[in-house]
């Protein structure tokens, strides 16, 4: 069956193996992995030209939140970030690289270790104001898996995970 796209988080940590905080506010997730470059290897003795699959480049990796207050996000734990464009400008501003992981609906992600920079977008009329954290992978990319447990207590959902991980994209 098909999945919908909600319920998909970034979270961040300064540690590879520190508590990651869910960023609020993610509206939009770039493609992920990458297409192997082509390298040529055709010689002389070739009547066409030949090609062995390179490295992957999986570029700047972009994602579109939406720019809040800890006003409209009063709810938030402490694994959570409520004021995500403060919270990564000032790691921006420090020069600070991160972990993150990205997790989708089904458990499944990816884990890299990248750079934060941070970019306002333009504002409008009547507009939502948003900004894009675009990141340099510093590592590359694996997959991430979130096993999973919900538990229902009355009219909350407790989450909990443990984390599986593999290399590949």
């Known amino acids: 069956m098909e999945l919908l796209s909600k319920g998909t988080y970034l979270a961040y940590s300064e540690a590879e193996e520190g ?5 609020y506010g993610l509206r939009s997730t770039p493609d992920m992995g990458g297409d192997p470059e082509k390298v040529e290897v055709t010689n002389l003795n070739d009547s066409m030209r030949r090609y062995v ?22 709810n938030a ?8 464009y403060a919270t990564l400008r000032a790691l921006d501003t420090a020069g600070t690289s ?19 920079s941070v970019k306002r977008s333009a504002a409008e009329v009547n507009g939502v104001l ?14 991430y898996t979130a096993a999973q447990t919900t538990q229902t207590t009355g009219t ?14």
């Open 19 to 23: 508590t990651y905080k869910k960023l």
């Open 53 to 74: 699959r390179g490295i992957k480049d999986p570029g700047d990796l972009e994602f579109g939140f939406y720019y809040n207050s800890a006003e409209e996000n009063p």
């Open 77 to 84: 734990t402490e694994n959570e970030v409520s004021t995500s």
């Open 98 to 116: 991160v972990w993150y992981i990205l997790v989708y609906p089904d458990g499944t992600g990816f884990k890299w270790k990248g750079s934060v």
């Open 130 to 143: 948003a900004f894009t954290l675009r990141t340099m992978c510093e590592t590359e990319l694996t997959d």
């Open 156 to 169: 909350e959902e407790q989450t909990t995970g443990t984390e599986e991980q593999t290399t590949g994209a």
